[in-house]
């Protein structure tokens, strides 16, 4: 029996609110399945949604989901789908699952797929209670079936950040793993407190020992560098001297 979502109350965002902002190089471009009537349209749009979900601005081979890409531009699936398969993928796993706690896949997940930020800390804890009950896709299909994702993206528009009008964009300023990871990589390279460590150290280091060679000079011929014959007149490169130019 899965847990019901706790309620929470929605704060007021942007995306919440009409806004009267005139559009610029801000507002986001918008992906519909609808509006690609040639291969590279395709093409745009499924570079569109690798970047909305991976966060990835350089889309590597190990990120391609090929048989997806296939099945969109077929027809055979609808955007909706190809963004679930995305954020449901081994590479995502590996990339953003695997490297993060339940609440900050919450805040990931909410940006990336809803396109918002996370209304307050009740919301982080009722999906994160999602995730610990129905796993990280149940959790996927908690969201991308939800009204809200239905209402603003339907299942032809791929997911973008709704009214940003100002700082960067989500997917810009939201790393593969947060920073309490991060230290916590970089605190376990280093081991201190005990001397036992420094020894454990010197003993794995792989000395080799290097046997001096006697070397003979008794059979070294050295040349001659010295010059048998030193002239004793000057010499200068003044045509007006009185002593011998050289030429």
């Not at 339907?154 to 300023?173: A, E, I």
């Not at 460590?197 to 050295?222: E, G, H």
Request: with cysteine.
């Amino acid at each position: 029996m899965s847990i019901p979502l706790l309620e929470y109350k929605p704060s007021s965002q942007n995306q919440r609110v009409a806004g009267y902002e005139v559009p610029s190089e801000d507002t986001p471009w918008i992906y519909r399945l609808e509006d690609c009537t040639e291969p590279s349209d395709n093409q745009e749009l499924i570079w569109a949604a690798y970047r909305q979900v991976f966060s990835e601005h350089e889309i590597l081979k190990f990120y391609r989901q090929e048989q997806l890409e296939s099945q969109l531009k077929n027809r055979a699936i609808t955007v909706r789908d190809f963004i679930r398969g995305l954020a449901k993928s081994a590479s995502f796993r590996r990339l953003v699952v695997e490297t993060n706690s339940n609440y900050r896949l919450v805040d990931i997940a909410l940006k990336r797929l809803l396109g918002r930020a996370s209304y307050n800390k009740d919301e982080e804890i009722a999906w994160s209670i999602k995730i610990a009950t129905l796993g990280w896709g149940g959790f996927v299909d908690a969201l991308i079936d939800s009204e809200e994702y239905q209402q603003n993206f339907g299942d032809t528009t791929v997911p973008y950040q709704r009214r940003r009008f100002k700082d960067r964009p989500f997917n810009l300023v939201t790393p593969r793993y947060a920073d309490y990871w991060r230290d916590k990589e970089e605190t376990e390279r280093y081991k201190s407190g005990a001397i036992s460590n420094f020894f454990d150290m010197a003993r794995s280091l792989n000395i080799r020992t290097v046997t001096p060679q006697p070397v003979s000079t008794a059979n070294i011929s050295i040349p001659d560098t010295s010059r048998k014959e030193k002239s004793t007149t000057p010499v200068s490169i003044n045509p007006s001297a009185s002593f011998p130019v050289r030429l």
